[in-house]
C-alpha cells in the first residue's frame, strides 16, 4: 500500500497494539485530551528530544540550555499577556451543549468575535443543533500554592514552555558565556485546556514543546528568523520526515499576534492529507522583555559593546512540539508492504531514533545459545547507548514481525553455528537482507 494513504485510525491502533501510546487512565475511561506514552513511545519521545537538543543546544555554540519550572510566579503569565488573551473562541451546541473551537468550524484561522459570529450566523453545530453565541474561553490551567484556596493564591501550569526562558533572560547573559544574539532553548511539558481535544496526540491537553528565545539586536531580527527557519528544516529531514508533506506557511497579519513581525509555520500533511501545524517561528519583536520590564520594574535592555548601543532585544521564537512530531514520525514511517503473499507493516524510521535499535534473537531457548545470546546482548549494552530488545519466545518469522512494526533497524539472530563459527546474522528491516558477521564486529557493523 502507498504510504501516503496511511490513516488515523491505522496508527492509533498500531500505537496502542505496539506499546506506544495508551490513552492516559485507561482503566477509569480515560480522559480527554490526555495520552500515556508505553515502553516505545517513551523511548521514541526521548530519541527525538534528545536530537533536537544536541543539533540546536550543543552543536549551535550561540545556544544554551534551561529547565525552568511548570510552575511560575502568576505575574509572569499576566507579563506574557497569557492571563488576558490566551484564549480560543468558543461555541455551544445548545443542545448537546457539546463545546466546539468556533474557528474551527467557521473554517477560518481567527479569534476576532465579530467575524466568527457573522460566519456563523446560519451554520449548525456538526450534530445539526443551533449553536449559542461565539465567546472566548482562557484555556490555562488553574491551581492553587499553598494550603488555602482562594483567589491570592492562584497559579496557573504554564501554557508554554517560553515564559521561564524570558524571566532567565538576564541569569543566564550574566552567567553563561554568551552575548547578543544568542539563544535560550528549553524542553518541557505546557498544559493548554483545548476546547476539542482530538486527532489522537495532535490536540492534547498536556504537551511537550521544545523551545528556543533568541535574543537579537532588532536590525538582526529577520536575518536570524531565515538562518534558524532553514535549521529548522534541516533537523526535521535528519528525523526522517518526508520533505513532499511538509511546507512553510507565512501568516498574514490578521493570524499573527499583534505584537509580532513575521511569523511562519511549518506545517504537515498527516493523515487527513490536510496541512496542520507542527511547528513554528515567529520574529515577536520586543514585546516580552519589554512586557517583562515593565512588570518587573527590571531593566531589561542591553548594551551593546561593539556598536555602543542599547536596545531592548528582539526575540526570534523557534517552536515545536514533541507529540505532533512523533506522530508526523509515524505518519511518514509506516509503510505496509506485499511479501510472499502477506502483508508485512514495518516503520522505517531513521535508526538514530527508533525505540529499539538493535533486536538481539536467538533462534533457540537451549542453554547453550542462551548463554551466547546473553554475553552478546551485555556486551552490546555496554559499548553503545543503544536500547537494546532481547527476544526469544515466539517463531523467527513473528519475532521480525514484531520488530518490523516497532521500526527496529536491526535484528541479530544467533543459531547454533554461532557457538562454532563466533558469527552472527544481522537481518535489515527495510530490505529485510541478511549478512553474517563476526561478533566481535558487531558494534562497528551496527554503526555503520
Ligand atoms: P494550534 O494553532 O494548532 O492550536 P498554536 O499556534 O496555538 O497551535 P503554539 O502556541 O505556537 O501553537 O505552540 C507551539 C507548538 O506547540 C505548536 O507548533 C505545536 O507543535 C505544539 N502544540 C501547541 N498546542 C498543542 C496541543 N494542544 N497539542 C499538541 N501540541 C501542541
Redesign the pocket.
Known sequence: MNNNQVSLDTLVSLAKRRGFVFQASEIYGGLAGFWDYGPYGVELANNIKASWWHFFVRQQRDIVGIDGAIIQNPKLWKASGHVEGFNDPLVEDLKTHKRYRADHLAGVDTSDLEQLTDLLKNKKSPDGNELGPVRLFNMMFKTHVGVLEGEDNVVYLRP?TAGAIFSNYKNVLDTARVKIPFGIAQIGK?F?N?IS?RDF?????E?E?MEIEYFTNPADAQKHLERLKKLYWQWLIELGLKTERMEWRQLPPESRAHYSADNW?VEYKYFDGKP?????IANRTNYDLTRHAQLSGKDLSYFDETTRERFIPYVIEP???V??VLLAILESAYHEEEVNGETRVVLKIAPEIAPVRVAILPLSKKSELSALSGEVYKKLVQETHWNIEYDETQSIGKRYRRQDEIGTPYCVTIDFESLQDHAVTIRHRDTMEQNRVQIKNLKSELSM
Open positions: 508554554e505546557a493548554r483545548e481535544p496526540i495532535f490536540r492534547v491537553r504537551l514543546q509555520d496542520k501545524e507542527l511547528g513554528g517552536t515545536i512540539g507529540d505532533r
